[in-house]
């Protein structure tokens, strides 16, 4: 991958935001050495690893990686035969022994997930398992990386005997110093250890008198460190244990390093396993902190989409990010994006850059679902100033030398990236040469994109098929950016309102709009109008966007509402009929009583008792029966509210509508979009009921207020001398009747005047969804005293 590109488009800095995430200097080393890759199945399968560990992490129970060591070293002196290992080597190998062994159990564990597991699969069999060694590294050297005193009996034995030596010689040096005349002494003298010897400090004059053997000076030569005879003898014995600790510590060493020796090659690759690892879960975290969603790849440069994407490095700022959302069609290879300084093209650049270096590079980019990531074979950039004093390269040159290696090299697999195409030099030159360039590599099918201030350039779309431009908008009012994304339209640069709100003189604003040629001031207006115009339609969509699901809403609470009802409508009635039951079967044991009474009062013959028996039983089971039959009614209609079959173009009984007849033009999950009359609606399928073609008419007038149209409906009302809050009932009215006339417009007049009605009419007219537009009147219309409304 082209390593110019990678640095002008910031892969490493965005690389090194992600190390930061890692558990360890291992992890971050290895996110930082990530290069894009073009092998679809290992992106795929780098980016399946990620997911799996995010999983992990966002578990119930998040799973934490231990602590990965740096082995490294150990391990190369572990392969040299014979070498044995110091404590600290063998300290970090047992470090490295432990983690692996927590990691693969805390990866096969019963809460361990198995999907997860299955995707880690080749890591987790690497992580090497060694309780017995590494027990006996735990036993044998202590936190600090010592040898412990216990790792056998004889150095037990022997640092037994050397601490008391050492107490011994200490005490009996000190008796010497005590015995030392004041004019002998030094100042805070105390025994010490000079040359592995203990020693004690006297004035140089006092050597004749103390004896022994001098181990040290003082720097000025005034103090004397001298092992008095007495000790000559005890401090041999402490330098033979000494010599004996030492013999003893080797060879406990020597024997762990052996017993490690013939497991080298697991270390080295559980030490591997356990760095990949950790850089997964950098990756994982950053995806997490970053709300990255898993894109789409693909092999074809074709059909390149993001959605809500956002600079990882703006993000990382804690930057209130603009995200934008841009998809490439088929047969669309460049795109030109236009518009003023500061309004984002170049960071728009880099950000398409990066997505799909970190893609192909395992990593996970912040965008949305939906993002669709093409696999280039490389990726091209000339952006910012690269002149260069030492090569004598100009700003122009600098730029050209990259365009040279674009054009030589780029495929039609590749990302080429251009910022402020055609500058440098001559704006008609630099415009022509651009033009040239986009057109070559439109032609030879690179995805290009390519941002420009060139007017020129700008029509480069309606040139070659190909090409397609794009802005960045500009509040024209604030003269601020809003850093979203337009596709279709060329951006304006206004270099003009910019400097009129600098306090540019007049004068010279004047003579320069005097100066743009007459087809560019059009150009700009053009353009002018077209922005306000796409401002107003994202308005309109997002005010109709917020009706319809209050619509929904609305029906959904209906629909649920009509449930409730008859379901307590249901058991209202079991409840009525399991108390008459009930009744019967108490009346019931009342008659054989009264029977027995009869008979035994022979007042009542046989016959009789059977058809009283046969009466009151019959009543009893038909009370059953019909229990019965509502269960099933109940359990048929709770089946048919979750599962009713209705089609596009089937008519149905809307029940949240008080059973009126629609046709279904749409289905949704659970939902159906259903017009009645001129509403549509999106109700809950278990509201439906399909109903024969000849009981819908063709075409229902539903009124939201009243029920039958007037006989003349006015296609104007006049509101002027009325207050604010008369002209609710009267607007609403005309509405109605209007779409019940089926008129297209209603003219409302309100005046001028203090513009209160005006206001409050628009405020109605944007909550009416049967309202399709609305606007003042022209010049010929009445102006701003009328309200023309467009009705669906």
């Given at each position: 991958?082209?390593?110019?590109?990678?640095?002008?488009?910031?892969?490493?800095?965005?690389?090194?935001?992600?190390?930061?995430?890692?558990?360890?200097?291992?992890?971050?080393?290895?996110?930082?050495?990530?290069?894009?890759?073009?092998?679809?199945?290992?992106?795929?399968?780098?980016?399946?690893?990620?997911?799996?560990?995010?999983?992990?992490?966002?578990?119930?129970?998040?799973?934490?990686?231990?602590?990965?060591?740096?082995?490294?070293?150990?391990?190369?002196?572990?392969?040299?035969?014979?070498?044995?290992?110091?404590?600290?080597?063998?300290?970090?190998?047992?470090?490295?022994?432990?983690?692996?062994?927590?990691?693969?159990?805390?990866?096969?564990?019963?809460?361990?997930?198995?999907?997860?597991?299955?995707?880690?699969?080749?890591?987790?069999?690497?992580?090497?398992?060694?309780?017995?060694?590494?027990?006996?590294?735990?036993?044998?050297?202590?936190?600090?990386?010592?040898?412990?005193?216990?790792?056998?009996?004889?150095?037990?034995?022997?640092?037994?005997?050397?601490?008391?030596?050492?107490?011994?010689?200490?005490?009996?040096?000190?008796?010497?110093?005590?015995?030392?005349?004041?004019?002998?002494?030094?100042?805070?003298?105390?025994?010490?250890?000079?040359?592995?010897?203990?020693?004690?400090?006297?004035?140089?004059?006092?050597?004749?008198?103390v004896g022994g053997i001098v181990h040290d000076?003082?720097?000025?030569?005034?103090?004397?460190?001298?092992?008095?005879?007495?000790?000559?003898?005890?401090?041999?014995?402490?330098?033979?244990?000494?010599?004996?600790?030492?013999?003893?510590?080797?060879?406990?060493?020597?024997?762990?390093?052996?017993?490690?020796?013939?497991?080298?090659?697991?270390?080295?690759?559980?030490?591997?396993?356990?760095?990949?690892?950790?850089?997964?879960?950098?990756?994982?975290?950053?995806?997490?902190?970053?709300?990255?969603?898993?894109?789409?790849?693909?092999?074809?440069?074709?059909?390149?989409?993001?959605?809500?994407?956002?600079?990882?490095?703006?993000?990382?700022?804690?930057?209130?990010?603009?995200?934008?959302?841009?998809?490439?069609?088929?047969?669309?290879?460049?795109?030109?994006?236009?518009?003023?300084?500061?309004?984002?093209?170049?960071?728009?650049?880099?950000?398409?850059?990066?997505?799909?270096?970190?893609?192909?590079?395992?990593?996970?980019?912040?965008?949305?679902?939906?993002?669709?990531?093409?696999?280039?074979?490389?990726?091209?950039?000339?952006?910012?100033?690269?002149?260069?004093?030492?090569?004598?390269?100009?700003?122009?040159?600098?730029?050209?030398?990259?365009?040279?290696?674009?054009?030589?090299?780029?495929?039609?697999?590749?990302?080429?990236?251009?910022?402020?195409?055609?500058?440098?030099?001559?704006?008609?030159?630099?415009?022509?040469?651009?033009?040239?360039?986009?057109?070559?590599?439109?032609?030879?099918?690179?995805?290009?994109?390519?941002?420009?201030?060139?007017?020129?350039?700008?029509?480069?779309?309606?040139?070659?098929?190909?090409?397609?431009?794009?802005?960045?908008?500009?509040?024209?009012?604030?003269?601020?950016?809003?850093?979203?994304?337009?596709?279709?339209?060329?951006?304006?640069?206004?270099?003009?309102?910019?400097?009129?709100?600098?306090?540019?003189?007049?004068?010279?604003?004047?003579?320069?709009?005097?100066?743009?040629?007459?087809?560019?001031?059009?150009?700009?207006?053009?353009?002018?109008?077209?922005?306000?115009?796409?401002?107003?339609?994202?308005?309109?969509?997002?005010?109709?966007?917020?009706?319809?699901?209050?619509?929904?809403?609305?029906?959904?609470?209906?629909?649920?509402?009509?449930?409730?009802?008859?379901?307590?409508?249901?058991?209202?009635?079991?409840?009525?009929?399991?108390?008459?039951?009930q009744y019967l079967l108490e009346a019931r044991?009342?008659?054989?009583?009264?029977?027995?009474?009869?008979?035994?009062?022979?007042?009542?013959?046989?016959?009789?008792?059977?058809?009283?028996?046969?009466?009151?039983?019959?009543?009893?089971?038909?009370?059953?029966?019909?229990?019965?039959?509502?269960?099933?009614?109940?359990?048929?209609?709770?089946?048919?509210?979750?599962?009713?079959?209705?089609?596009?173009?089937?008519?149905?009984?809307?029940?949240?509508?008080?059973?009126?007849?629609?046709?279904?033009?749409?289905?949704?999950?659970?939902?159906?979009?259903?017009?009645?009359?001129?509403?549509?609606?999106?109700?809950?399928?278990?509201?439906?009921?399909?109903?024969?073609?000849?009981?819908?008419?063709?075409?229902?007038?539903?009124?939201?207020?009243?029920?039958?149209?007037?006989?003349?409906?006015?296609?104007?009302?006049?509101?002027?001398?009325?207050?604010v809050g008369e002209v609710e009932e009267i607007?609403?009215?005309?509405?109605?009747?209007?779409?019940?006339?089926?008129?297209?417009?209603?003219?409302?007049?309100?005046?001028?005047?203090?513009?209160?009605?005006?206001?409050?009419?628009?405020?109605?007219?944007?909550?009416?969804?049967?309202?399709?537009?609305?606007?003042?009147?022209?010049?010929?219309?009445?102006?701003?005293?009328?309200?023309?409304?467009?009705?669906?």
């Open positions: 991958m082209n390593s110019h590109a990678l640095n002008v488009i910031e892969f490493p800095r965005t690389l090194a935001l992600i190390a930061e995430r890692a558990t360890s200097p291992l992890g971050a080393e290895r996110i930082k050495e990530l290069q894009p890759s073009t092998d679809r199945v290992a992106i795929e399968r780098e980016h399946a690893r990620v997911a799996a560990v995010r999983s992990l992490l966002l578990a119930e129970e998040p799973w934490h990686l231990s602590a990965v060591p740096d082995a490294r070293s150990a391990l190369v002196r572990l392969r040299v035969e014979g070498a044995s290992l110091v404590a600290l080597d063998l300290q970090v190998l047992g470090n490295l022994l432990r983690s692996s062994r927590v990691t693969r159990d805390s990866l096969r564990g019963d809460r361990a997930s198995p999907m997860a597991a299955a995707v880690l699969a080749e890591q987790i069999e690497a992580l090497v398992a060694n309780k017995s060694i590494e027990d006996a590294i735990e036993r044998t050297i202590d936190e600090e990386g010592h040898v412990r005193d216990d790792a056998s009996p004889a150095l037990r034995k022997i640092r037994r005997e050397l601490k008391g030596s050492q107490g011994e010689l200490v005490k009996l040096l000190e008796r010497a110093m005590a015995k030392l005349e004041p004019h002998q002494r030094v100042a805070d003298m105390s025994v010490t250890v000079r040359n592995g010897r203990f020693v004690i400090p006297v004035r140089r004059e006092a050597q004749s008198a000076a003082s720097a000025t030569g005034g103090t004397l460190f001298v092992e008095p005879p007495a000790a000559v003898e005890a401090g041999n014995r402490i330098r033979e244990l000494q010599s004996e600790e030492i013999e003893e510590v080797e060879r406990i060493l020597a024997e762990l390093t052996e017993q490690l020796r013939p497991h080298r090659e697991e270390l080295t690759a559980s030490l591997e396993a356990l760095i990949t690892l950790d850089s997964l879960v950098a990756r994982a975290r950053y995806a997490i902190e970053f709300r990255c969603t898993p894109a789409d790849l693909t092999d074809s440069t074709e059909g390149f989409a993001v959605v809500q994407g956002r600079h990882p490095l703006l993000v990382a700022q804690g930057i209130d990010v603009v995200p934008f959302d841009l998809e490439m069609l088929p047969g669309e290879r460049t795109l030109l994006i236009s518009g003023p300084n500061t309004g984002g093209k170049t960071v728009l650049l880099k950000a398409l850059g990066l997505f799909s270096a970190l893609v192909q590079s395992g990593i996970p980019a912040p965008v949305a679902a939906g993002s669709r990531i093409a696999i280039f074979d490389n990726i091209y950039a000339d952006v910012g100033d690269e002149q260069s004093i030492l090569a004598s390269l100009s700003t122009f040159s600098a730029h050209l030398k990259n365009l040279v290696e674009v054009l030589s090299s780029a495929t039609e697999h590749s990302l080429v990236l251009i910022d402020e195409l055609g500058s440098g030099t001559d704006p008609i030159e630099g415009a022509a040469l651009g033009g040239a360039i986009l057109e070559a590599l439109t032609a030879r099918r690179t995805l290009s994109v390519a941002t420009t201030h060139l007017g020129a350039l700008k029509e480069l779309a309606t040139q070659v098929d190909g090409v397609v431009n794009a802005s960045l908008q500009f509040d024209p009012v604030a003269l601020a950016p809003t850093y979203r994304l337009t596709k279709g339209v060329p951006g304006r640069s206004y270099g003009i309102s910019i400097a009129r709100r600098l306090n540019l003189p007049a004068d010279v604003l004047q003579r320069a709009e005097e100066r743009i040629p007459s087809d560019e001031r059009r150009v700009t207006a053009l353009l002018a109008e077209l922005e306000a115009r796409e401002k107003a339609l994202t308005a309109n969509e997002l005010e109709a966007g917020e009706i319809a699901e209050d619509a929904k809403e609305r029906a959904r609470r209906v629909a649920e509402r009509e449930t409730r009802v008859t379901q307590r409508e249901r058991e209202t009635e079991r409840a009525s009929r399991q108390e008459a039951r044991a009342e008659v054989e009583r009264t029977i027995r009474e009869l008979k035994a009062a022979s007042e009542l013959g046989e016959e009789a008792a059977r058809e009283a028996r046969k009466r009151v039983e019959s009543l009893a089971n038909e009370q059953g029966r019909e229990l019965d039959r509502m269960g099933r009614e109940a359990e048929t209609q709770i089946a048919a509210q979750n599962h009713a079959e209705v089609s596009v173009g089937d008519f149905v009984s809307v029940d949240t509508l008080g059973g009126k007849v629609g046709r279904v033009v749409e289905v949704r999950d659970g939902e159906a979009v259903v017009a009645v009359g001129v509403m549509k609606l999106s109700v809950p399928r278990g509201s439906l009921r399909p109903t024969a073609p000849e009981v819908a008419a063709p075409e229902v007038a539903v009124a939201i207020r009243g029920d039958l149209p007037d006989v003349h409906v006015p296609s104007e009302i006049d509101l002027r001398g009325m207050r607007v609403m009215h005309a509405v109605d009747a209007a779409v019940r006339a089926d008129l297209k417009t209603l003219r409302i007049v309100h005046g001028k005047g203090t513009g209160a009605l005006r206001e409050r009419v628009a405020e109605m007219l944007r909550k009416e969804s049967r309202v399709e537009n609305f606007r003042l009147g022209a010049w010929n219309e009445g102006g701003a005293g009328v309200t023309v409304v467009e009705l669906k």
